[in-house]
C-alpha cells in the first residue's frame, strides 16, 4: 500500500510535466537505470516516444489509467492490512479480559474487602477499551506509518538533499510542539478512569440498596452523589478531549505551514535550475502525503498517553499476588475418611485485631459440630479457613491428618456444600442454580434435590417451572424459598462436608420449620459444621463449641453445657424467654 502510494506521487509530476510541455520531451533513454533519478528519465523517454507515437490525448489518457491502476492496487492493499489487524486488535482486548476475569476468580477474598465492585468492572470494561483502541491503534500506526514515511523520505533524498534536509527540521518541530501538548495526559486519564469506577460503584450500591434508599426517602441524597460524580467525570473527559483533539488540527496547519515553506525555497531553486520543476511537485506531493500518517502517528501517540492510565490500572490488577495458591506437588483428595481437626488455629485480618485465638477442636466423619456464640466471635471467620477462603497465620487445619495447604484446593473444595445465611442465586433459571457448577446433571437428579430440599412444590407453582427466571440475587422469590434453592444445590453436590452458615436466622417461623426440615436431610450421615443463631436447632449436635471473642470458651454437647451453667446455659435461657 505504501508502495504504490509513493509510486503515485513520484510518477504523476514528470508525467503530467512532459505531457503539457512537450518542448521539454526526453528524446534520448539513459544508458542505465540505477537510482529515481534515471527511473524518472526513462519513464519520460518512453511517455515522450508513446506521445509522438500516438498524441497527447491517448497519453494523457495512458497517464489516468496508469493512476487508477495505482490507486486501485493501494486500496486492495489497504484493505487486506484492515482486514488482517482487525481479529488481532478484538483477540488482544479478548485476551485481556480472560486474564482479567481469570485473576478475580484467583484473588483471596481478603482482597475484595478493600476493592470496589465497582472499579473493578470498569478495569473489565471501559479500562480494556481504552487500552485496546489507545495501544492497538498505536501499534498499528507504527507498523504502517513509519514505513510510509521512511519511503517517502528516500525518495524526496533522490530528488534534492538540501530541500529533505529543511524538511526533516520543520518535521522534527512539529514533533516537539505536539510531544508538548500531549504532555500530563496520562495523569489526567487515569484520574478519569478513578472517577468513573466511582460512579459505576455509586450505580452498583444504588440498584443494591435500592429499598432502603426508597425506605428513608433518600432518592435526592443518592440522585445529587451520583450526578455530582457524573459532572466530575464529564468535565474530567472534556479537558481530556479538548487537549486530544488539537493533534489533528495542529499536526494538519503546521504541515501545511511547511509545505507553504517548502514551495518557497524548492521554487527558488528550480528557478535557479537545481531540479526541474516536475520534481518539485513530486517532492511537495511526497510531503503532503507524508502529513497523513504524521497526524495518524500525533493522533495514536495522544490517545496512547492516554491508554497508559488504562493500563497501569489494569495491571495494577494483574500484578496482584494471590496469596493463598496451591503447594506444589499438592496431594489429590477424594472424601473424608477420619475426621477435620483445627490445631491451636490464630487468625486475624490485615491491620486488624485478632479474630481467632489459638482455636483447637476435633470432628469425626458423620458427625455435626455446632458453633454459637454472640456477632463477632469469629464464627464464620472459623468455618471460612476450611475451604481456604482465607489461610491461618500459626496452627494447622487437618483433613484425615493431612494439612490442608498440602491439598489441592479444587479438591479440597469439592469436598464441601456450602449454605450461607445470605442465599446466593444467580439471574438465570431454576434448574441451572441449583445445577449451578456442575456438568452432565439431568433435570430427573435436579427435581430430586428439589424433592429433598421441599423446594420442588413451590418450583411447580412458578410460572415456567424449572425453567423460570428468578431475576437478580432471587429477587422473584421468598426468603426461605431462596433458601432451599441454595439447599437444593448442596444436595444434588451430595458433599462429604457440609458448612451451614446461619442458614435459617433470617426466616419466619413457618419457612424455618421447611428449611430446617430441609436441612436435617441434607445433614444425614455428612460431617457437618453449623453456624446457628437460633440455639433450638442445634440441640441434637454432636458437638457445640461456645465462642467469644474468638476463643472456644466452652465445649460439649447440649446437656453437658446446660450442666455447667456458663455462657450456653445463659443463651438458651435468654432466647427461652
Known sequence: MVFFNALSFVMSGPFFQILFEPEKIQIEAPAAVNDLKTLIQSSQYELSVYIEQNGQEKALMFICLFIIAVFFFKNVFRYLSVFTIIPVRYGVAKSLRNRLFDKILDLPLRFFADERKG??????????????????????????????IILSFGVMISISLKLTLIAIVMIIFIVLVIARVSSKLKQKSTKAQDKMADMTSTVEETLGGLRIIKGFNALNYQRNKFNTENETHQNMLTRISWRIDTASPLSEFMGASAVVGLLLIGGSLAVRGEFIPGALISFIALFWSMITPLKSLSNAFFNLKKG???????????????????????????????????????????????????????????????????????KSTLVDLLPRFYDIESGEILLDGINIKALKMSDLRELMGIVSQEPVLFNDTILNNISFGL???????????????????????AEQGYQTI???????LSGGQRQRLTIARAILRNPPILILDEATSSLDSKSEKLVQDALFKLMKNRTSIVIAHRLSTIQHADEILVMNEGQVIEQGNHETLLKKGGMYKKLVELQTI
Open 470 to 476: 428468578i431475576g437478580d440475587r432471587g429477587v422473584k
Open 119 to 148: 472499579d473493578l468492572i470498569i478495569k473489565m470494561t471501559n479500562d480494556v477499551e481504552e487500552f485496546r483502541l489507545s495501544s492497538l491503534k498505536m501499534i498499528e500506526s507504527l507498523l504502517r506509518d513509519p514505513f510510509a
Open 439 to 461: 456438568e452432565n446433571i439431568s433435570e430427573a437428579q435436579v427435581i430430586e434435590a428439589a424433592k429433598i430440599a421441599n423446594a420442588h412444590d413451590f418450583i411447580l407453582e
Open 308 to 378: 497508559f492510565g488504562a493500563a497501569d490500572r489494569i495491571y495494577s490488577l494483574l500484578e496482584t499476588p494471590s496469596s493463598i495458591q496451591d503447594a506444589e506437588n499438592a496431594q489429590s483428595i477424594k472424601n473424608i475418611h477420619k475426621n477435620i481437626e483445627y490445631r491451636n488455629v490464630d487468625f486475624s485480618y490485615e491491620n486488624d485485631r485478632q479474630i481467632l485465638n489459638n482455636v483447637s477442636f476435633n470432628l469425626p466423619k458423620g458427625k455435626i459440630l455446632a458453633l454459637v456464640g454472640a456477632s463477632g466471635a469469629g
